[in-house]
């Protein structure tokens, strides 16, 4: 028989149709490979056994004891209009103390055929207090029979129980008998970790890993097989993406020199600022790609304002200095229109080739968007297609097929987490030969995870603000504790509007949603406690007609027509608007240095580098900025702990750090490339970080020597099955 296929089984004829399906809709678990790879999230102690007259509050306990009562309640309820609702409430006793026992629902049937009086078990659950008394609802429990109950009660209480991610339809207990019938097969499973590798660190063998963390005897054997489990997961993904810089690395290009005294020099001259250090580091860095005769991968880090767009906007032009074309892809129509704005404000005359008044080395600057007019578009296409245009910003419109180019030399991309690999190869298809990649983005990301998501692209950091940019002051409003916080607030916007600045308030939603009769209760009950609301169309018009009567206050959001936003947006970067009320269209692109304050509405609704990405748009001229996150959550909540963070530092880098360890892992992964997220599973992105690296390391040295993996069966197989499911997710995303 050959090795592999044990692995490879369909669950359906190990383990029966029925819970097969439950797997595969639910869990995502198609083989008996897959079900060994779905380890446990945790583990739970039985606890040593405790006495009744010793019981702690919400901690998992395990009993021993005899049943003294047991009793079946019928009632009514909700579920149970007619009185069909049944409690099983059972009164155990070890001599030191009692305890009361609840079962409700379909769960009362076996206990109360199997918990009579005088039956002796050992219980396990949590401790909780309900009428005054201490209870456990639903315990697991087992029944003492046998000649000698003391020693199936040890094995039992000191068991590590596996508790598996699992879902309203299959228990983690299922779960675990399920595995336990395929783990024999975890003998065949075929290592992707070299021996070299794995002696030289010490790591299990594979099937050894697996059989330890299903079936734990100590606490040491689950941290072993997780180290050893951890390895695998980071090494894989990073083969894989060595494999990917391999194979770009070995792609043609044309090297692309800006020439002498051509666009980029002209450009230079007419700045009024010089470049920060950052900023010629960072250049020289992007100016040494584009002068190889090898595709650029590289992804620009740097804060809001950190001066990436002009960075980006210099490598265009170097480009189109050397005969090329340069497209900009943004997420949105309004942060395309506006970069579109701000690049042709920032060349003047140099944008606008073939004009009268165009200077001597002009190009055109374009703009393609899905909602432009047939003439405009049909007009811009053919700028592209001539080569009239050498710079064109636009949308995911810039990928269509109908788009030609007529000598694509570099694409930036900004806002990556928002690209899959997919766009970025449609782009790349539209090259004579594969162009250069600039990829921007404005979230700080911390260098493991650069390693994971990015990790198919070289890295450059501007983490130095121009010189000129304010400080921005954070404070959180505590609305709930202190309202006056609150009115202070929308004085001190007054304050800045009166000293000829302008404000933006954010808000968490739109306010046009369908009208749900739960929210519409809600918000009577918002407004029963006098709590403003929370919606940008509700909350400008609570503010016109109140705190900032009297101000020139507009909204802004993602429902309305791009030419409305874009007009809204004039106004306000005109000093035309006082207040501007938005959802977070505002969170990337949006440059008005004349706005100094931001109060942000529910800031616990928004994550740590969102609100740092907001805070951003503030204090972007020679004032200094000011953030005002207004919340109503109690202090020692943690979404009030997250707002602290916020408040006390401006080191974008410092809060990914606490976002990512604040929040589930896969989110930050899930956001920023598919693929990577489904296939960690022990892998924390934070707290192994030394394994990433040295992952990263071994990898590229493996593909370097051997890109082909010649003999590695286990690692091509492993590889195979992470790229399937990559794939996979592409064809969901559509």
């Not at 009793?71 to 006793?93: D, M």
């Not at 603000?465 to 202070?488: N, Y």
């Amino acid at each position: 028989m050959d090795l592999v296929p044990a692995l490879e089984e369909p669950l359906k004829k190990v383990l029966g149709p029925a819970t097969a399906k439950v797997m595969a809709e639910h869990l995502g678990l198609h083989t008996v490979g897959d079900l060994l790879h779905h380890y446990p999230r945790r583990y739970e102690e039985r606890g040593q056994l405790t006495h009744l007259a010793d019981l702690p509050m919400d901690e998992h306990v395990t009993v021993v004891a005899m049943v003294a009562d047991a009793r079946l309640h019928t009632f009514a309820s909700a579920k149970a209009p007619r009185g069909k609702g049944q409690r099983l409430e059972v009164t155990i006793t070890d001599g030191s103390g009692r305890l009361q026992l609840v079962f409700f629902g379909n769960g009362v049937h076996k206990p109360h055929k199997e918990l009579l009086p005088g039956t002796r078990a050992m219980f396990a659950g949590k401790v909780t207090v309900f009428n005054r008394r201490l209870q456990l609802a639903h315990p697991a429990y087992e029944l003492l029979r046998g000649d000698d109950p003391a020693e199936s009660v040890e094995t039992w209480a000191g068991a590590l129980i596996p508790l598996y991610p699992a879902t309203a339809k299959l228990e983690s207990w299922k779960i675990g008998k399920a595995i336990q019938t395929v783990l024999p097969g975890a003998q065949e499973a075929l290592d992707p970790l070299t021996p070299a590798l794995r002696e030289g660190r010490g790591l299990l063998p594979l099937p050894e890993a697996l059989l330890k963390i299903h079936g734990p005897h100590t606490k040491a054997d689950i941290a072993a097989a997780r180290d050893r489990l951890k390895w695998d997961e980071a090494f894989v993904l990073q083969v894989a993406l060595a494999r990917r810089r391999h194979a770009d690395a070995l792609l043609p290009a044309v090297a692309r020199k800006p020439a002498p005294d051509g666009l980029l020099t002209a450009f230079d001259d007419r700045l009024p600022f010089t470049l920060t250090d950052g900023q010629q580091k960072v250049s020289k860095e992007i100016f040494d790609d584009l002068a190889t005769e090898h595709p650029m991968h590289r992804l620009l880090q740097g804060e809001v304002g950190s001066g990436k767009t002009l960075v980006a906007l210099r490598a265009m032009l170097a480009v189109v200095d050397a005969g090329g074309q340069a497209a900009m892809l943004a997420p949105t129509e309004v942060l395309a229109q506006q970069h579109h704005r701000s690049i042709t404000e920032m060349m003047g005359e140099l944008a606008e080739g073939g004009m009268l008044g165009g200077a001597d080395h002009a190009t055109k600057v374009v703009l393609l968007t899905g909602s432009m007019g047939t003439a405009a578009r049909r007009q811009a296409m053919l700028d592209l297609v001539t080569g009239e245009a050498g710079i064109v910003i636009g949308t995911h419109a810039l990928i269509e097929d109908k788009v030609q180019f007529h000598d694509l030399g570099l694409v930036v991309v900004d806002e990556q987490h928002r690209f899959g690999v997919e766009q970025r190869d449609a782009l790349r298809g539209k090259g004579k030969q594969p162009p250069h990649l600039l990829v921007m983005t404005a979230t700080p990301i911390p260098r493991t995870v650069a390693m994971t998501v990015f990790g198919d692209l070289e890295t450059s950091v501007l983490d130095q603000l121009p010189a000129g940019r304010s400080p921005i002051a954070t404070h959180v409003v505590p609305a709930a504790d202190k309202p006056h916080f609150l009115a202070r607030a929308w004085e001190r916007v007054r304050e800045e509007v009166g000293n000829g600045h302008q404000a933006y308030v954010v808000c968490p939603r739109i306010g046009d949603e369908e009208d749900d009769p739960k929210k519409a209760k809600k918000s009577a009950e918002d407004e029963a406690e006098k709590r403003p609301p929370l919606a940008v169309l509700d909350v400008a018009g609570h503010l016109a007609k109140g705190p900032l009567n009297g101000l020139g206050v507009e909204v802004l959001h993602g429902r309305m027509h791009p030419d409305d936003k874009d007009a809204v947006m004039r106004r306000f970067a005109a000093g035309d608007t006082d207040v501007l009320v938005a959802t977070t269209v505002i969170e990337v692109g949006v440059n008005v240095p004349n706005a100094t304050a931001m109060v942000i509405m529910d800031a616990d609704r928004f994550g740590v580098s969102q609100l740092h990405q907001l805070r951003g748009r503030v204090g972007r001229g020679s004032a200094a900025g000011l953030c005002l996150l207004v919340t109503e959550m109690p202090e020692a909540s943690a979404a009030r702990q997250r707002l602290t963070a916020v408040a006390s530092t401006l080191d974008g880098f410092e809060l990914s750090r606490i976002d990512l360890e604040q929040r589930r892992e896969g989110d930050v992964l899930g956001q920023a490339q598919s693929g990577a997220r489904s296939s960690l599973r022990v892998l924390a992105v934070i707290e192994d970080e030394e394994i990433i690296a040295e992952a990263r390391e071994e990898a590229t040295a493996l593909v370097a020597e051997d890109p082909e993996l010649t003999n590695l069966t286990g690692l091509r197989t492993a590889l195979d099955a992470l790229l399937d499911e990559e794939r996979e997710q592409y064809l969901e995303k559509g």
